[in-house]
């Protein structure tokens, strides 16, 4: 019996983890490149999602500056949009586009979306299990090799369930990013943030953006995977 980094199933993460790389890259470099070319309306990410969120009826909800690179996200508990200083004050397509990401987020909330409401529902126990899921698989099986199997097993088996609540998360995330995303790029067309020759890059760097969200995904499938044929063996 192997574990960890020893562990012949490691083999099923390589395909996931290559894929997690390439996303990172293809959203750095989506980011890097768009971001260096301005919007022709000279509009910044938080001019641009404020005419976002009023025009949907968000007017109440606040735009902060939040430290960091790439951390802008809407807080559906605290009903508030935090972008990044680069976000807030550019001007560039990366800019409005994430801006305006994030305001769809805010849309999604103020409209009762089902997958955003599921997420944040189930949100605060992910963090716990989260947490919990590794130490619980790692304790079950040096229990099992101690030779008892019925309680190793036991706890092995309540990290499977909560590591499969993670995989849960991200699969309902996906189609709250995507979404997000969808509506950016109708806001940004219909309220004339961008022009015609602009909507390409936009979409560039929030197609970037949602491979992220698949990867996360498919590493976590993967590592779900593994799991299962490791409890198999046991």
Partial sequence: MYFGM???????LIPAMIFAMYAQAKVSGAYRKYSRIGNSRGITGRQAARMILDKNGMSH????IVAGNLTDHYDPSKDVMRLSSQVYNGTS???VSIAAHESGHAI??????GFLR???AIAPAVNLVSTASWPLLIIGLIIIWQGNRTTGN???DLGVIFFAVV???HTVTLPVELNASKRAIEQLVSLDIIDETEVRGAKKV???AAMTYVAALAVSAANLVRILMIRGRN
């Fill in 61 to 64: 909800v606040p735009i902060e």
């Fill in 167 to 169: 995989v849960l998360f």
């Fill in 118 to 120: 599921f997420r944040s």
């Fill in 108 to 113: 999604q909330d103020g409209t009762s979306y």
């Fill in 93 to 95: 397509i990366a800019s």
């Fill in 206 to 208: 929030l197609s970037a």
């Fill in 6 to 12: 020893f562990d012949p199933t490691f083999i099923i």
């Fill in 154 to 156: 036991l706890i092995f």
